[in-house]
């Protein structure tokens, strides 16, 4: 991880960036992450224009998503609840949503996924009507699309695997119910032609993927005049981040 100056922040915001950052580094190390100590949303003024989707490729590994709060709405995707509670978490894959529901989170934070008979009896889970039958990224993409922004960020959308595509790329493999990083890498057909389709029906919507420099650029979402990329680094200096 990059070094953090903390004199850029409030003692409050240096607090959740310092303990989001070593529950981070304890999943990395395969042990236990302290727990969340509260609610990092509460009491801040935050942008309603636009809004954050996180995947979770590694392209975001260097992004806080502490950082994030005070500039819009975040939707985050399956095991990112272990070190840091979204606004809306989503999780379609059954073992993710079963290890959510185990560790009480939805008891206290908004979960959505699709029904299923393995969790219909489960409480604390909002399910969406109908169902889309997605993967959890573009569902939180479509989820969010929902909500009247008119800008959405999307962060670890990288859809192809590392090592020239062979390779898992997930910021949680090696941990439980995730792939391990040696594994080959996951089809990404269905993640691109499903935010293919949330872009083209939401003209209106301005969605900007932040990826790095070398990451996969499918030309397929390059059509649309309201889809643009902007690098890592320049996704950082646009809203100060560290």
Request: hydrophobic share 35%; charged share 25%.
């Amino acid at each position: 991880m990059a070094k953090i100056d903390k004199h850029q922040y409030t003692k409050e915001e240096w607090h959740r960036i310092r303990d989001a950052r070593r529950r981070e580094k304890a999943i990395k190390r395969g042990l236990k992450p302290p727990p969340i100590k509260n609610d990092p949303h509460i009491d801040v003024v935050r942008n309603k224009h636009q809004a954050f989707v996180l995947g979770n490729g590694t392209s975001r590994a260097d992004i806080v998503p502490d950082e994030l709060i005070q500039h819009g709405k975040i939707y985050g995707c399956n095991a990112l609840y272990r070190t840091f509670v979204p606004d809306y978490l989503i999780a379609v894959d059954v073992k993710m949503v079963l290890e959510i529901n185990k560790s009480k989170y939805s008891h206290k934070h908004p979960v959505w996924t699709n029904p299923n008979k393995a969790f219909h009896a489960m409480k604390d889970l909002n399910f969406f009507q109908p169902s889309k039958g997605w993967s959890s990224g573009p569902t939180a993409l479509w989820f969010a699309s929902q909500h009247g922004y008119e800008k959405i960020f999307l962060l670890g959308f990288d859809y192809k695997g590392l090592n020239e595509g062979k390779k898992f790329n997930n910021i949680y493999a090696d941990t439980p119910n995730y792939k391990r990083s040696l594994d080959g890498a996951t089809f990404y057909g269905n993640w691109l032609r499903q935010t293919k389709q949330v872009i083209k029906e939401n003209p209106n919507i301005q969605y900007v993927r932040v990826k790095l420099a070398d990451n996969f650029e499918p030309e397929e979402l390059n059509i649309f005049e309201n889809y643009k990329t902007i690098t890592v680094n320049q996704f950082k200096t646009q809203l100060n981040l560290t």
